[in-house]
């Protein structure tokens, strides 16, 4: 797939699962979408906020469980990956949304996200997952917030 916004769209968590179950090395990356990150391939990449240095790869986040987690549900799991910057369209502006993607990771951004060069667009994920996952999270015995700083 290129960098069209025209990918197939994942409509429930249990479908977000199901890629997480059967595929290693998918990101989620929260933005205007594939067709504005990658529109220079020459210069694909994410700013960090605070500096405006431009950095190896497009900031995103992984949605591989890690051994830790051990047997625990895959789909909390995917939820949370979704939960913990679900606050991101808001901060960020009309049109940023999520999406999956594949790549090679290149570095680590400032705050310990992995930098992915090489991306191939995989699919959006529906604003309704997201709801979805806000539940999931809430239906916890020991709920979180959102990964959310604030300043003093």
């Known amino acids: 797939m290129g960098a069209s916004d025209d990918l197939p769209v994942v409509r429930t968590l249990a479908e977000l699962t ?12 929260w933005s205007r979408g594939p067709a504005t990150d990658l529109a220079d391939v020459s210069r694909t990449s994410s700013t960090d906020d ?18 830790w987690w051990a047997d625990r549900p895959v789909r ?4 949370r990956r979704l939960h913990d910057y679900a606050h991101l ?10 999406w999956v993607l594949t790549g090679r990771e290149t570095g680590r951004g400032p705050d310990n996200e992995p930098l992915v060069a090489d991306v191939r667009p ?4 529906d604003a309704g997952v997201i709801d979805e996952a806000l539940a999931e999270v809430e239906r916890q ?7 959310r700083r604030t300043g003093r």
């Open 122 to 125: 995989m699919c959006w994920i």
């Open 141 to 147: 015995v020991n709920p979180w917030g959102p990964l």
């Open 89 to 98: 369209p808001h901060d960020k502006g009309p049109g940023v949304r999520p």
């Open 50 to 67: 605070l500096t405006g240095v431009r950095m190896s790869g497009l900031s995103a986040n992984p949605l591989d469980v890690e051994e």
């Open 18 to 29: 199901g890629l997480v179950e059967q595929h290693r090395g998918l990101y989620v990356r």
């Open 76 to 79: 909390v799991w995917a939820a």
